[in-house]
């Protein structure tokens, strides 16, 4: 098939408006899939994603339509609908020619349609608007059309109406990607000029690579070199998804394909998404696709095993979830009260989440993990900034003799409420020290509002609490907006007066009397009693915001304790013996490990 038959797109939607449904079908229509095939939604092959209906990894799929008695080869490729991932989002664009526009006829335009819209105009894609869910009672088709001239500035008639669910009306959607959609541009005949798009490991060829060919071929026995590593590389096998892996012989200007190496690329971490490869020699005439960019985490948490004899079993877990995944940052960590374990780093808090229920779901009791934190800055005296991941390492109360100022870093967050919820979701932007950038009536309805608000706020849970007051029809896309002057202090807890590291949290001071008052009643109700008093403390530098205390064992159980035969008393202590491994002293206070993971559980 020539290059001026291939057609490369992807799908802009927001999330639930059937973009993995609309998949699905139109990859029947060309009979890649067949109808009957159980394996649905073939795209979100990660379990996780299939879980959550979320794209967390770009995929792509070809499939070949008989127009006018030619065939075409079209790539499909997915993205992931989710903000957190946006450099993924764009990468996956620069792979395409254009997009369908797809928006669900119910609800209208939404915030993340926008966002994506913006994103793949920004790359110069030729939008198709689809209106999907024309099934549906509720669906306002003539809504959607106004939406899409006012919003998009787009010629709404040229908008598809389809039932991605029924199939009503997705064959004419296939012509209509032909004629919108441009061939992809290239030539063959230069010397390779390859776009990284995605990566995932497989166990058998180590690093698989999905790759965009803007000049040149690549076939098995090619010498590759990248040019964010330097590092060079034998292609093994290339491909298409067709829709799984199928080799093919080469792979030519304008394709979308698979590429590994042999021997394989070992880690994820060399497959930097949008580098660009060329073959060996070419380095100098070949120039490299702009915009390469390393991943930035932006919510931190720490795992620990329960059990310290499981560190070595819980690494190689960790070691292999982080392996399919390049945007995941892993450090060793240590903590006085729970022992070694490592520090992990999200692109946001929905990627944090995901990871968290892997582990949870594999490890379930066997590992704790801490609340999500972000980043921290530190501007001394001196002018010298220090930039903190670890509530740990965060400067104590005492330390600020030398004056110095600190940073919490930000988010623009960009709301659509419907208006009869505005007046709820402003009041919980307020509570999250969000402050308002702009606020603007769209449609009618719809009510789009644009917050600063602290990247911590947002971590903790701000879409959910967003869903609770809206009853889940507001939407919620975020931007990095930097750092910004804050007052943070560093909020601990003390039992008998020792600083628990694994629980301290830098927080607003303005949340420091609830959160105090939250943890000490908390911790509490998950410490054993023992047989002096126990106090329990919560505090910033030396200034005690709340205090809890746990009352010894009555003296007459001692004496009854003590009263017991001797046997009993061996079987007891035999028994403290076993239960020893997971107990953890905090200073003379010996606390349960399920203490903790009681406490961190939410
Ligand atoms: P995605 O998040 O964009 O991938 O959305 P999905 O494809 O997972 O679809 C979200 C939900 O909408 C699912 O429950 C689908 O069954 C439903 N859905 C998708 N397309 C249609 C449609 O054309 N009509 C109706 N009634 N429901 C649809
Ligand atoms: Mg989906």
Not at 36 to 43: D, P, V
Not at 258 to 286: H, R
Not at 491 to 505: S, T
């Amino acid at each position: 098939i020539p290059l001026d038959r291939f057609r490369n797109f992807c799908i802009v939607a927001h999330i639930d408006h059937g973009k993995s449904t609309l998949s699905d079908r139109l990859l029947e229509i060309t009979g890649t899939i067949s109808s009957s095939n159980t394996n649905r939604q073939i795209l979100d092959t990660l379990e996780v994603e299939r879980e959550r209906g979320i794209t967390v990894k770009a995929q792509t799929c070809t499939m070949i339509y008989n127009h006018n008695g030619e065939d075409y080869l079209l790539h499909l490729v997915d993205t992931p609908g989710h903000v957190d991932f946006r450099a993924e989002v764009t990468r996956s664009y620069a792979s395409c020619g254009g997009a369908l526009l797809l928006i669900d006829a119910s609800q209208g335009v939404q915030a993340q349609t926008v966002a994506n819209f913006f994103l793949a105009f920004a790359e110069g894609l030729k939008i198709l608007p689809v209106i999907n869910k024309i099934d549906m009672t509720a669906a306002d088709v003539p809504r959607v059309l106004e939406q899409i001239e006012s919003t998009f500035e787009l010629d709404s008639s040229k908008a598809i109406g389809v039932s991605a669910k029924t199939g009503l009306n997705v064959k004419n959607l296939l012509p209509a990607i032909v004629d919108t959609i441009p061939a992809p541009a290239g030539d063959a005949t230069k010397p390779l000029r390859m776009l990284l798009v995605d990566s995932w490991y497989d166990s058998f060829r180590g690093v698989v690579c999905l790759v965009r060919l803007f000049d040149g071929t690549v076939k098995a026995g090619d010498q590759l070199v990248s040019f964010a590593t330097g590092h060079k590389y034998t292609v093994g096998e290339v491909g298409i998804r067709y829709p799984t892996q199928v080799p093919q012989t080469i792979l030519r200007a304008g394709q979308v394909g698979y590429v590994f190496f042999n021997p394989g690329m070992k880690k994820i971490q060399d497959a930097k998404l949008g580098d660009t490869y060329t073959t060996v020699g070419s380095e100098d005439v070949v120039e490299p696709y702009p915009g390469f960019e390393e991943p930035k985490p932006m919510v931190f948490v720490a795992a620990f095993p329960t059990d310290p004899a499981d560190y070595s079993r819980l690494s190689d877990s960790i070691s292999q979830l982080v392996l399919n995944d390049r945007s995941i940052t892993l450090y060793k960590d240590h903590s006085e009260a729970l022992g070694a374990g490592w520090r992990v780093g999200f692109l946001g808090s929905l990627h944090c989440s995901v990871f968290q229920d892997r582990l949870r779901q594999e490890y379930g009791a066997s590992v704790i993990i801490t609340e999500p934190a972000v980043q921290t800055k530190v501007m001394w005296e001196n002018g010298q900034e220090t930039i903190h991941q670890s509530p740990v390492d965060f400067p104590e109360f005492e330390e600020r003799k030398t004056r110095a100022t600190f940073f919490e870093p930000f988010v623009l967050a960009t709301l659509t409420v419907p208006e009869e919820y505005l007046g709820r979701a402003i009041e919980l932007c307020e509570a999250s020290r969000g402050e308002q950038e702009s606020i603007e009536f769209f449609q009618g309805m719809q009510v789009i509002l644009k917050y600063r608000i602290p990247t911590a706020q947002l971590v903790d849970d701000l879409f959910g609490k967003l869903k609770g007051v809206t009853k889940g029809y507001a939407t919620l896309d975020y931007e990095d907006a930097g750092w910004r002057e804050s007052d943070l202090v560093k909020l601990q807890l003390l039992v008998n007066k020792q600083p628990v590291d694994a629980i301290a949290r830098v927080v607003h001071r303005s949340q420091v009397e609830r959160l105090g008052r939250q943890w000490v009643t908390k911790f509490k109700e998950h410490v054993q009693r023992q047989m002096f008093e126990v106090v329990i403390q919560a505090a910033v530098g030396k200034k005690i915001i709340a205090r809890e205390t746990l009352k010894p064992f009555r003296k007459d159980v001692l004496a009854k304790l003590h009263a017991s035969d001797i046997t009993r008393r061996k079987k007891l202590l035999e028994k403290q013996k076993e239960g020893r491994k997971k107990l953890r002293a905090v200073g003379n206070v010996v606390i349960e490990q399920e203490a903790f993971q009681k406490f961190l559980a939410k």
